[in-house]
């Protein structure tokens, strides 16, 4: 029921995007009773409210839908299923007895600051955008420096321009998204800046977003200063050489009143951090087996606080196991400890689980680090797929059955990306 919390649960989730929707379902499906999903918004659906152009459900419904649209549909059905949904209630903390039971600490409108008790949890808080401190871009201070995830909200949702003319600092999937949606509204975009020396975004976004509306894309190129004192007047861009140093004497200036910034996401997890689990390095989210269980007995993570997925259909799919291992756990029912180990080889940027179980199927989600054309994906000796090309802003996802590592009798598989041919 919406708004509706109770102080016990079997699995208690946290945030309400897709994977939050999706990891309730799938507890649900596993056989738990009670759930309950916390949201700190005033409303369900996370990134999704303020994606409305067109994109998701591709894979997951096989039809193109726009974020509202594809969250609304788990909306209804968590609500149908009769699962909790509390809005504007903030987790902000979460012990472990000794006896396995959780306690999950909500700061929210209607109650203060009470408590949740529950046999398993779920994280699935999503991210959040890195802003001009990550990267100290040097000058001044002047107001119109947004992320491009808040530029988004301000336009999609709170009918807000950012600016008129706008300069967009990194090529990941939102600011190429921002770069379209600011020309529909009337805006000039003077240009998508990119450090790389190819796109951070899906390639399919480079196409509709900056291809079909003449937006130049300067690849290996950075802004190395913001001018103005109130407001942003201009930004010196500079091309970069291979070890992504500016290059002394190429720079120029590029009249904008607004610069975003598309430079990356980190998963949301303070919370996580808090709590103790072990975070992986590499995705800033945390450690998890193959039933995507963290480091914390009966806690489990799913979509963005996990690692940053490019599509909300994935994100789907792998909180729906997330949330069926979470409902399991909450029935009592303990799955055996993985065995094997997976390492990530030769051009493997991350691998999401850290470690694979023999008895069931599971699904591999990893990242290359450098672009490939074309590329052979190992998995040990067990695997190998041919793949048209690899780069980084597109993940990579690999179904494992158990049949396949009946036949592998080792404690380590490592995960090479080589080019076709090696
Ligand atoms: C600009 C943009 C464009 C995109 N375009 C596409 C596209 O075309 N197609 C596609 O498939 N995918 C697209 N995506 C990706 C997709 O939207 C995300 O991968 C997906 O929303 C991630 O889901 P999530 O549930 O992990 O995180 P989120 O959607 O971020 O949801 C996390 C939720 O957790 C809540 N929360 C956080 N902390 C707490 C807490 N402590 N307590 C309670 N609640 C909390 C947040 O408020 C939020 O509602 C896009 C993403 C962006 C940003």
């Known amino acids: 029921m919406f708004g509706r919390m109770n102080r016990k649960y079997d699995v208690v989730v946290l945030g309400a995007g897709p994977a939050g929707l999706g990891a309730a379902l799938g507890a649900l499906d596993a056989g738990a009773e009670d759930v309950l999903i916390l949201e700190r918004d005033e409303e369900p659906g996370g990134i999704l409210r303020q994606c ?70 779920v994280l699935a808080m999503g991210c959040r955008e890195r802003t001009r401190g990550a990267i100290r871009i040097p000058g001044t201070r002047p107001s119109g420096i947004y992320t491009a995830g808040l530029a988004q909200k301000f336009v999609n949702m709170m009918g807000y321009l950012p600016g008129r003319r706008i300069a967009i600092l990194g090529s990941g999937d939102i600011g190429l998204i921002m770069a ?101 390095v590499v995705t800033g989210g945390p450690i998890v087996s193959s039933t995507l269980e963290t480091s914390l007995p009966g806690v489990f993570a799913s979509g963005n606080v996990l690692h940053v997925h490019d599509l909300a259909d994935f994100v789907t799919e792998e909180a729906l196991r997330g949330g069926a291992f979470a409902g399991e756990w909450a029935r009592g029912i303990r799955r055996p400890r993985d065995t094997i180990h997976l390492v990530a080889g030769n051009n493997v940027a991350y691998c999401v689980p850290k470690t694979l179980s023999p008895d069931r199927m599971q699904v591999i989600y990893m990242r290359c680090k450098q672009r490939m054309q074309p590329a052979r994906l190992r998995v040990g000796e067990l695997l190998e797929r041919k793949l048209k090309f690899v780069v980084p802003a597109e993940m990579i996802s690999l179904k494992i059955r158990p049949a396949l590592l009946e036949k592998f009798h080792g404690d380590r598989l490592v995960i090479d990306i080589v080019p076709e041919g090696s």
């Open 52 to 121: 409305i152009h067109a994109g998701f459900g591709l894979h997951y419904f096989k039809e193109e839908l726009t974020g509202p649209e594809y969250g609304e549909r788990f909306v209804t059905k968590v609500l149908e299923h009769d699962v909790d949904l509390a809005p504007n209630s903030y987790a902000i903390g979460l012990a472990v007895d000794s006896d396995g039971t959780k306690e999950v600490r909500v700061l929210s409108e209607k109650a203060g600051i009470t408590t949740v008790e529950c046999a398993s949890v």
């Open 180 to 280: 379209r949606r600011l020309v529909l509204e009337g805006c000039e975009v003077v240009g998508v800046f990119e450090i790389l020396p190819y796109s951070n975004g899906l390639t399919r976004n480079v196409v509709q977003c900056l291809d079909d509306f003449n937006i130049p894309l300067h690849l290996s190129t950075t802004v190395t200063y913001i001018h103005g004192r109130d407001r942003v007047e201009g930004v010196t861009v500079s091309p970069v050489d291979e070890h992504l140093k500016p290059i002394a004497g190429k720079s120029w200036d590029v009249d904008c009143d607004t610069l975003l910034l598309s430079i990356g996401l980190i998963p949301e997890n303070e919370l996580t951090r808090s709590m103790g689990a072990n975070l992986d």
